[in-house]
């Protein structure tokens, strides 16, 4: 008997949680049993990432060993982060003009979520100026950072450290095979954390729609089809354009990513696949120091889906209320979650943070967002799949803008037979 792929067991974990989750809706028996497991998985995942982060980024930095060519690559990173991020937003504004997913939707009908958590959480980040955010870049305790998977501090050490290694020659060589030894053996613990992934995945659904159910999708579905048609069409358009000028297709990345993709839309979490992300980047070519700079720093400032949301339900709300919002009003809104939607993608909910702390700027009322924290889960599953092809995707595209040739994944077949 043929052995079932891992994207296919991922798939029918996610199945059967959906059943499970509506079949119990409403049973807390659901969350107090399989709430356990999939927080479990979420912290094997979690346990794996900042190891990953340093060995890698240690290794590639030492390797390329020029502050001038990896400041290079980081404006062209950041640069190329900033203009798609922009055209995210200005896609999801666009859309949300042409179908108006918050007209006529009657807010007698929907069930208001409690704010109170992501209130505490705007609070928290306000103080914190754009400056600021940048400023953090800089960890005061390199431990405090790793403990609290400050990804931008870590990075920035990782990279430091790196031009230490290399600037010290031979006496550095031992460093790097430590650290390459430490990233090869945690690729090795995530291939193994994996096979648990289609529990982890059932066990996340299952609570998610016993909590929530189907029914909540009804009042809301015309900004759930909204949502999930503008992520689709910035994956395959968007996204499609940018790869065929790469020289890629966009259809064979997405098949290549097929897994990392549905458990990324299971658990809604990107972070679940960042070290699976980083390693098939590798193999089809992508630089180590390329990877292990770009995909991590794209967590931060390259949330495509995130932005994309965000932007939709800001228009969303304003509709819901009858509030008509100016083109000037909609530019100033660009601007805005072009610098809020940057550096702190570690903050939970933060498109819904980072919402909370644009709305007001244009006049939205913010209340409306507790109309939308019901499917806010089923959305954020969407946004993470876009999260997900956005950073994979800019891998390739800085690698190539850096004179490297990723493989197709019809060339690794073709190698490997």
Partial sequence: MKKISLAWQIFIGLVLGIIVG???????????YLQPIGSVF??????????IVISCLVVGVSGTGDMKSLGKLGGKTLLYFEIITTIAIVVGLLIANVFHPG?????????KADMSAYVTTEKATAAHSEIDTFV????TNVVQAFANGDMLAIIFFSVMFGLGVAAIGEKGKPIIQFFRG??????????QIMKLAPFGV?????????????????PLGKLVITVYGAMIFFILVVLGIVAKIAGYNIFKLLGYLKDELILGYSTASSETVLPRI????????CPKAITSFVIPTGYSFNLDGSTLYQAICALF???MYGIHLSIWHQITLVLILMVTSKGIAGVPGVSIVVLLSTLGSVGIPVEGLAFILGVDRILDMARTCVNIVGNSLAAIVISKWEGHKPKSPEDLEQEAA
Wanted: zero cysteines.
């Fill in 22 to 32: 509506a079949v119990f809706y409403g049973n807390p028996h659901v969350v107090t």
């Fill in 182 to 191: 430490t990233a090869d053996a945690m690729f090795y613990v995530t291939n």
């Fill in 136 to 139: 953090n870049i800089v960890p």
């Fill in 202 to 218: 059932f066990a996340l659904i299952g609570v998610t729609v016993s909590q929530f159910g189907l029914a909540s999708l009804v």
């Fill in 103 to 111: 007209t006529g939707v009657d807010r007698s009908q929907l069930v």
């Fill in 317 to 319: 709300i304003a509709q």
């Fill in 278 to 285: 980083m390693e098939k980047m590798e193999r089809i070519g």
């Fill in 42 to 51: 979420l912290r094997l995942i979690k346990m794996i990432v900042v190891p």
